[in-house]
C-alpha cells in the first residue's frame, strides 16, 4: 500500500520509526517531511500528506505532531482526506470501522512507544464496514460539497 507520512519536529522521531516499521512490512512510504527536528510548521506538512491521500487512489496517509490536533484539523480541511487522531488500537479499529478514515493522526507524546505498531497495524488491516456507516460517511461527503443541513 502507498501511505503518505509526514511530521512536525515534535513528531520527526516517531515518524523515522513508523516510516522503518512500514517500510520492512512492504509498504511503499513517501515521506514528504519534515526531515530534521528543527522546528517548522505543521500546516504545510499535514496539507502535502492529505492532498496526496485525497488524489491518490487507495492510499492512506500518517501524520505525527506532539499532540495530533493540529495536523488533524488541517487534514480534515483537505477534500476527500478523512484524518482521525487516535491514542489507541481501539480508536483505529473504529475509525476504519465506522468512518473510512484514509489518514491517522498520532500525538507523539500520547502514543505508547510499544503500543504504536499494533495501532498501527490496526488501523491498516481494519475494513470499512459500509451499511449505515456509509450513509453517514456519505452525508460528510455532502457537506464537502456545499450541502447544508
Not at 487516535?86 to 507524546?109: F, I, M, T
Not at 503500543?115 to 488491516?125: A, G, H, P, S
Request: with cysteine.
Amino acid at each position: 500500500m502507498k501511505i503518505f507520512i509526514g511530521a512536525d519536529h515534535r513528531g520527526f522521531q516517531l515518524k523515522k520509526e513508523i516510516s522503518a516499521f512500514l517500510a520492512t512490512r512492504g509498504h511503499d512510504v513517501v515521506d514528504v517531511g519534515s526531515f530534521n527536528e528543527e522546528s517548522c510548521d505543521y500546516p504545510e506538512l499535514g496539507f502535502k500528506v492529505a492532498s496526496e491521500v485525497a488524489r491518490t487512489p487507495g492510499a492512506r496517509g500518517i501524520l505525527v505532531c506532539l499532540t495530533g490536533i493540529g495536523h488533524s484539523i488541517v487534514a480534515n480541511k483537505v477534500k476527500g482526506a478523512y484524518a482521525a487522531l487516535c491514542y489507541n488500537k481501539e480508536a483505529a479499529a473504529l475509525s476504519r470501522q465506522h468512518n473510512d478514515a484514509n489518514v491517522l493522526v498520532l500525538g507523539a507524546k500520547f502514543v505508547d512507544q510499544d503500543e504504536m505498531r499494533e495501532l498501527i497495524l490496526t488501523w491498516l488491516n481494519t475494513a470499512f464496514e459500509g451499511g449505515r456507516h456509509l450513509r453517514r460517511v456519505n452525508q460528510i461527503k455532502d457537506i464537502e460539497n456545499g450541502k447544508k443541513f
